[in-house]
């Protein structure tokens, strides 16, 4: 197998900022920028992951979502209950990267388990890092990468080719406050129900690169949060626009909905994977699914998907 070759300009060492190349062993940036000329090594686990979360960054010790949330989170989405939202988001991101003549490359940020992350690897990019805070996550992520040949290590594997380009995907532990990324080095960011920071994304983007967020729209899992909680409190989804304004123009927004019926099983994941497993009082939790045991509950599942373009640089 060859080495498999990137411009070391695209990646930053996480502790100095100085360019850091990918292995297929370990990650190692050249130290220019630290006082020492010290480098800095990130091994890559078996898993095929490499964490770039420095010990400072981290506010507990184990960040992001449990093993649990990412179990119950990869049985509901693999049971293609919110593959229409899936669908949505990589025929948005197919028609954005056809406008582009340059590399393409995509951070999806807040990529969890990596439902949507492997999908949007067969739109048409060249490379795909996929960015969580979560290990497990990472793992389960860079697990599935792995098994497909899409890891960055693995592209063209002794010369075999398909007929569907493939981005390399990156899986990468880090904070999206701090991303191991040179300026200005992406084409687009994807955040699917993850925060919002809108300059850290605009300054990885660039001129004119695009930012596709996904939120819960309003009704979204309403009858859930009816059976759970005695007063419900509706989404707010365009709440975060106007601190986007000074960094980017919203170009277009669309509305997905899609009936569910969930059998005991799958809601009780689909309560796992959301703050509903927490914040609602377990009795209310518990009749909820025991209702589900004799029939499938029926809620429906909505969504708003908004595509931004970060402003050009004014003068």
Avoid at 43 to 70: C, E, F, R, T
């Amino acid at each position: 197998m060859s080495d498999f070759e990137l411009p070391v300009s695209l990646f930053t060492c996480p502790i100095c900022h100085s360019p850091m190349q990918p292995a297929k062993d370990t990650w190692r940036c050249d130290g220019s920028l630290h006082p020492k000329q010290t480098s800095h090594p990130f091994d890559v686990a078996k898993q095929g992951y490499v964490n770039l979360l420095p010990v400072q960054q981290k506010k507990s010790k184990a960040p992001g979502d449990s093993q649990q949330s990412i179990d119950a989170r990869k049985r509901f989405l693999d049971a293609g209950y919110y593959q229409p939202l899936q669908t949505l988001i990589c025929q948005q991101m197919t028609q954005l990267l056809g406008q582009n003549d340059t590399a393409m490359n995509w951070l999806d940020i807040g990529c969890g388990e990596g439902y949507y992350t492997q999908a949007m690897a067969q739109t048409g990019m060249d490379t795909l890092i996929a960015a969580d805070i979560s290990k497990p996550a990472l793992a389960s992520l860079a697990k599935v990468s792995k098994a497909a040949n899409y890891l960055w290590y693995q592209q063209n594997i002794d010369g075999k080719q398909t007929d569907t380009k493939i981005a390399a995907i990156y899986p990468l532990v880090t904070s999206a406050a701090h991303l191991p990324l040179r300026p200005h080095s992406m084409t687009g960011i994807s955040s699917i129900f993850s925060p919002i920071l809108p300059e850290a994304f605009a300054t990885v983007l660039q001129e004119e690169g695009y930012l596709l967020i996904a939120k819960p729209d309003v009704g979204h899992l309403a009858s859930i949060r009816e059976a759970l909680f005695d007063s419900v409190r509706e989404h707010d989804s365009s709440k975060f626009l106007p601190t986007l304004a000074p960094y980017f123009e919203l170009v277009d927004t669309h509305n997905i909905n899609t009936s569910l019926s969930l059998p005991a099983g799958e809601l009780a994941d689909l309560l796992t994977m959301t703050p509903y497993a927490y914040r609602a009082r377990p009795e209310n939790r518990q009749a909820l699914l025991a209702s589900a045991e004799t029939a499938p509950f029926i809620t429906e599942a909505k969504f708003v998907v908004y595509v931004l373009k970060k402003r050009t640089t004014l003068s």
